[in-house]
């Protein structure tokens, strides 16, 4: 019947999969469109925790389906050998899971090239997840990819090798020896075993068109919900360019990575934490290196799902969080991690950006500009969030968000379980 679409305002890690998982009840399909296993999205229930990279976050709900849309670039190895095997019993991923024939493959040369291309940067470095990203949505573009459907040819083996070849004369040429570089512990040959491996067991799982699934299952009354992975301030046109993915990640890339009409969206969840991570490099406007940044670290556990590495810390932006609530059509925002600020006398909150003297709450051409960000200081709330209490502090922190981006805070999220969320406006 329609498809809402929840994802990222800010550069990752708002909390997509913990959310996702909690509103999974309401829909029958949950839907990834774009991005691979780049991501990491975290689910904590009954004291468990499980990180997902490219399977939907409505995995552990029974009767949701699952679809892994062609957006979406897939590792074989990665999806099969780690991300599967880790669910154990929790889920029926065999029975709830379709992916599009039309994902692309991420081949282990890619992230031979990836691991290049980053090495190469020197101070420019992206801070890739080294996932191979980049060099598969650029084979995608070039029009030299591979496909998932494509396991099923007789020619399979001979397109992979012309593939390899190709990316082999790219490492060549950068006089790189591949046997030196190790992938998930493995060397070159080791990884490119488990990846065939892993592509004969992903055989038996389901494939379809599913742009056809996803339109009939509208035209039969179903649910959707895209989930998006990244943020809007990694968007390949809108993030903070080149410090950014290799993909849409706005609500734009839910029509091109699912299939699905821009007339067919109806509600758009804008997640965001009540403060501002960043992992890898590029501009932060509202960066904090002092002991208040590495209080917010600290508290909220702020080290990446997929690589472990911690994650610059700073004040909401509310300049960027305009702009992504724009660039997508929120209509609803949901705030995450609001517990982890319940031990600060003081908060900030950046309204607006001074760029060359002059103020303005746009963002500019250049995030990497120098910007000074100007800051409205607001009195903490220093207590604890229950599940029926939302202290006043935090109320009128709120309220300041919602007037400044005339959105309404729809969803309040104070701690990484399922059952640490308040539907506050119900839509
Ligand atoms: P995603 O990529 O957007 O799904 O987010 P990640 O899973 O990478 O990172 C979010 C982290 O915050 C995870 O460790 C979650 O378990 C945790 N988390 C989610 N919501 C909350 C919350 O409201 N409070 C706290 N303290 N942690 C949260
Ligand atoms: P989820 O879905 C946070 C960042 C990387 C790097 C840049 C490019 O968990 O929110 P890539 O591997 O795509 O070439 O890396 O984007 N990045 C993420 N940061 N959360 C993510 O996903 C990310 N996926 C990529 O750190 O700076
Ligand atoms: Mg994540």
């Known amino acids: 019947m ?9 550069w990752g890690d708002e909390g997509k999969g ?18 691979g296993p780049n991501a990491g999205h975290t689910l904590e229930f009954n004291n468990k925790k499980f990180i997902l990279n490219t399977i939907p976050s409505g995995i552990f709900r029974e009767g949701a389906t699952n679809v892994i849309g062609n957006g979406v670039i897939i590792d074989p190895h990665i999806l099969v050998n780690k991300e599967i095997k880790s669910l154990g019993t929790e889920a029926d991923v065999r029975s709830s ?9 991420i081949i282990p040369s890619h992230k031979l090239l990836d691991f290049i291309y980053e090495s190469h940067k020197r101070d420019q470095k992206i801070g890739s997840t080294l996932k191979g990203i980049g060099p598969t949505y650029t084979d995608k573009v070039a ?7 494509d396991i099923f ?7 992979y090798q012309q593939l390899k070849e190709a990316h082999m004369r790219i490492a060549n040429s950068y006089l790189i020896d591949y046997k030196d570089v190790k992938f998930d512990g493995m060397n070159f040959d080791e990884y490119e075993a488990n990846w065939f491996n892993a592509v ?15 339109n009939h299952a509208l035209n039969n009354g179903k649910n959707i919900l895209a989930e998006g992975a990244q943020g809007a301030l990694l968007d390949i046109d809108f993030g903070s360019y080149p410090f950014v993915t290799s993909s849409n990640t706005t609500t734009a890339g839910v029509c091109s990575g699912l299939g699905i009409a821009p007339s067919k969206i109806d509600k758009v969840f804008g997640i965001f934490k009540a403060y501002c991570t960043r992992v890898g490099s ?6 904090l290196f002092d002991k208040t940044g590495t209080k917010m670290q600290t508290i909220g556990n702020e080290f990446g799902s997929t690589t472990g590495r911690s994650r610059r810390c700073g004040w909401l932006d509310l300049p960027l969080l305009k702009y992504s609530s724009m660039l997508n059509g929120v209509t609803d925002l949901i705030m995450m991690k609001a517990d982890v600020l319940n031990d600060f006398d003081e908060i900030l909150v950046c309204n607006k950006y001074k760029v060359n003297n002059i103020l303005t709450d746009e963002t500019p051409f250049d995030l990497n500009e120098p910007i000074e960000a100007q800051y409205l200081k607001i009195k903490g709330w220093n207590s604890e969030i229950k599940s029926n209490h939302v202290p006043k502090e935090l109320k009128n922190y709120m309220e300041l ?27």
């Open 200 to 214: 004969n067991e992903l055989k038996n799982f389901r494939f379809e068109n599913t742009e056809y699934y996803l």
């Open 143 to 149: 029009r030299i990819g591979l496909r998932i459907g």
């Open 401 to 427: 968000i919602e007037n400044e981006t005339r959105l309404p805070i729809s969803v309040l999220s104070y701690g990484p379980d399922r059952k640490a969320t308040q539907i506050l406006k119900p839509w």
């Open 153 to 159: 040819n007789p020619d399979f083996a001979q397109r």
């Open 2 to 10: 329609k498809v809402d679409v929840l994802l990222g305002l800010q």
């Open 18 to 35: 913990k959310i996702v998982d909690v509103l999974t009840p309401d829909y029958d399909i949950v839907a990834r469109f774009q991005g």
């Open 97 to 105: 899971l379709i992916i599009s024939k039309k994902a692309h493959l």
């Open 282 to 287: 590029g501009p932060f406007p509202t960066e």
